[in-house]
């Protein structure tokens, strides 16, 4: 403005003679396409033609002078409208895709871990659930005792203790360090041993009659008749193995032993 003051001045004097082109320039003052295109709107707004300002689109189209770099972006979307919409949307899924895929293992050590996390908890809980129902040892009322306090306690109190063992067996950032603490859940077992306990024992008996030795027994007898209660611990293993994030990471510190959960913490 005219009545700028002059220190203020003096710096415009100094960048219009060493920066700005004098094509935009008009008596010392910016005359630009953009500048110009404010003071038509300015004088458009002032006006009485209402549906122009509450229509951007028809300031394109259908006014003169149009807002140069407005004008061409807004062509150049309508032109490209289909691929600036894919890439929107296709864009973070790609970039994650390539950061989890091609710049470590979470895939592989993932798909390693909550298979064997899952075979294992189908094996370990189904025997020691059966041995407790079959045999029906002296003290099992005891040791079903000692597997449900397990659940008393959250995993975050057992995780340190745990974690000495384990840098003291020299297990860290390995699959066994992963699985072995976690294998035998006091729940599942609790919950298989109620489920054969329920079996009628001529089942058994009938399987004793015709020579099929106990682990026939436990496999062809048992197992099928408890099918629904092995999916759901299956189920509950893959989830926790998939999403365990600190256990994985206190575990695991070394990047080529990252899960998926932990590659996708360290992207974020």
Not at 6 to 18: C, G, I, K, M, Y
Not at 53 to 66: A, G, K, Q, R
Not at 186 to 199: A, Q, R, T
């Amino acid at each position: 403005p005219a009545d700028a003051p002059p220190l203020v001045q003096e710096d415009w004097r100094a960048f219009v003679h060493d920066t700005l082109s004098p094509l935009w320039l008009k008596n010392g003052v910016l005359d630009t396409p953009e500048t110009r295109w404010r003071d038509w709107l300015a004088a458009r707004q002032a006006s009485e033609d209402q549906s122009a300002i509450l229509n951007p689109e028809s300031w394109i189209l259908n006014t003169s002078p149009p807002m140069p770099q407005f004008a061409y972006h807004a062509q150049l979307f309508r032109e490209h409208r289909a691929e600036i919409r894919r890439e929107f949307l296709w864009r973070n899924y790609r970039t994650v895709l390539d950061h989890v895929l091609f710049h470590g293992r979470g895939i592989v050590n993932t798909v390693v871990y909550c298979t064997l996390a899952v075979l294992l908890a189908l094996l370990v809980n189904p025997l020691a659930a059966y041995a407790l129902s079959r045999f029906k040892p002296s003290a099992g009322p005891q040791i079903l005792l000692f597997l449900m306090l397990t659940m008393a306690f959250p995993h975050m109190v057992t995780q340190i203790p745990v974690f000495v063992l384990l840098r003291e067996l020299g297990l860290l950032n390995t699959f066994a360090a992963l699985l072995l603490p976690g294998m035998a859940s006091g729940y599942s077992i609790f919950l298989l041993k109620g489920f054969f306990d329920s079996l009628p024992q001529e089942l058994y008996q009938a399987a004793e009659i015709v020579g099929a030795t106990e682990f026939q027994v436990f496999r062809l007898v048992a197992v099928p008749l408890v099918t629904p209660i092995l999916a759901y611990i299956g189920l509950g293993a893959f989830v926790t193995a998939y999403g365990g994030f600190m256990w994985a990471l206190v575990i695991c510190p070394q990047p080529e032993m990252w899960t998926l959960m932990v590659w996708i913490y360290d992207f974020q």
